[in-house]
């Protein structure tokens, strides 16, 4: 794993968004895996701003995504289509009909699965996987569990999750209770991983999924064993692991 230790959030999503522009100039049809949540926001915006200053072209880049809550329809403020739309898709170059979510709005799981699967297979296969990483190890939603996940499926949030979500939503009621979320080995099937991580609160899940056993009642510890990890973390976050720096 290679770890970059960077000043604060906004050196991190700089050299996230740098990262993922040389991989877009590299290898214009490009698969892209993207993640929702506060992380990767700002390297969003830094993409945006690659694309506004004519160094990246995203019409050949094809992207697919983590998760999608189950029930929440494209145009629910809440769902991550409307995430991926408002903080990149709307502003780039990029053909909507090559940005693929789970369907939030499908109610057979297993179709909704395997018509992901299905539809990540497609692409032809990840080449870089954009991750954040929740407080209790989740990667996507794979939550902790006694075992791993290998494909798309329907998960129930952990209670940890629905809260710490719940400052998106209205209420806690109003918290969708499941997701669809790709399984930890179409996450391992990617080529290059990148790993986003910023603040204090971080600081323990990171030393402790990347530097403590490989379990999955931390899912993140899993990506000890992909061949191309990179994680970039700001200072707070790496704040229990000062010994690699
Ligand atoms: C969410 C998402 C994850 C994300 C994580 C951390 O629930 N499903 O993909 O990485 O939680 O979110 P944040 O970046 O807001 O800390």
């Known amino acids: 794993m290679r770890f970059i230790k960077t000043k604060d959030y906004e050196d991190m999503s700089r050299k996230a968004a740098n990262i993922i522009g040389a991989q877009i100039i590299l290898k214009p049809t490009s698969v892209l895996g993207l993640a929702t949540g506060s992380t990767p926001v700002t390297t ?99 939550e902790p569990s006694d075992n791993f996940a290998d494909k798309t499926f329907c998960v129930d949030l952990a209670e940890s999750t629905i809260k710490a ?41 990171i030393k402790e999924a990347f530097f403590g056993p490989v379990t999955p009642a931390v899912q993140a510890s899993i990506l000890q064993f992909h061949p191309n990890v990179t994680i970039v973390g700001d200072e707070a976050a790496f704040a229990e692991c000062e010994e690699i720096f």
């Open 44 to 142: 969003y915006a830094n993409l945006v701003k690659g694309y506004q200053n004519g160094d990246l072209d995203f019409s050949r880049i094809s992207s697919v995504n983590l998760d999608e809550y189950k029930g929440l329809t494209r145009d629910n403020e809440q769902s991550y289509y409307y995430f991926m739309n408002h903080h990149l898709f709307k502003h780039v170059n990029i053909d909507p009909a090559k940005t693929y979510l789970p369907d939030g709005t499908e109610p057979d799981a297993n179709k909704a699965c395997q018509d992901y699967e299905e539809a990540i297979f497609a692409t032809g296969g990840v080449d870089l996987q954009l991750l954040g990483i929740g407080h209790n190890g989740h990667i996507g939603f794979n």
């Open 165 to 205: 979500n719940q400052r998106f939503f209205a209420s806690y009621e109003d918290v969708p209770k499941q997701a669809y979320t790709m399984g930890i080995g179409t996450i391992m099937a990617a080529s290059k991983i990148l790993i986003l991580a910023s603040g204090k609160d971080k600081a323990a899940i």
